[in-house]
């Protein structure tokens, strides 16, 4: 390959990197449908006490692994999620001070373009929606949004 076919490749890519820009957004699709990515939202305490409800909290679907942080902290919660049943659940299991397991669940589903979730502790239920982050760089430059 010669310097100019070089260069009109870098133009083409420039020149629809710049198209892709302008089209309109897509349509949100559905969470069923699209279910992976990453995804954002608020617990909020259904009862109970300690419920992580004062930040962000994360999820993550891949088609082979899913992930849960409450509150964005040091917590994970590790799953493997089920497109075809509609399955998403992520579970990490601690051990507390008597040395008896302390469980940590999470459960979703898709409803519309969100993920409706129960988060759960021994001493805590709340719920979540999720949505998807509407500032992602590379997503809104590749106009996934």
């Known amino acids: 390959m010669n310097a100019r076919h070089l260069q009109l490749c870098g133009y083409a890519a420039l020149l629809g990197m710049g198209l892709a820009a302008l089209s309109p957004a897509r349509a949100a699709t559905s969470a069923a449908n699209d279910p992976y990515g990453d995804w954002t939202g ?3 305490t259904d009862k109970g006490r300690d419920c992580p409800t004062e930040g962000l909290s994360y999820m993550q679907i891949q088609p082979k692994r899913m992930i849960f942080v409450p509150q964005m902290g040091n917590l994970v919660l590790h799953g493997v999620p089920n497109k ?34 129960v988060y ?24 996934r949004n």
Not at 131 to 143: Q, T, V, W
């Open 120 to 143: 759960g502790t021994p001493t805590c239920r709340a719920h979540i929606i999720l949505r998807r982050p509407e500032n992602h760089p590379l997503d809104n430059f590749l106009n």
């Open 84 to 117: 075809e049943r509609q399955h998403y659940h992520a579970q990490l299991i601690l051990t507390d001070a008597r040395k008896q397991p302390l469980p940590i669940v999470f459960e979703a589903h898709p409803i519309d373009d969100t993920f409706e979730g």
């Open 42 to 44: 608020m617990l909020v």
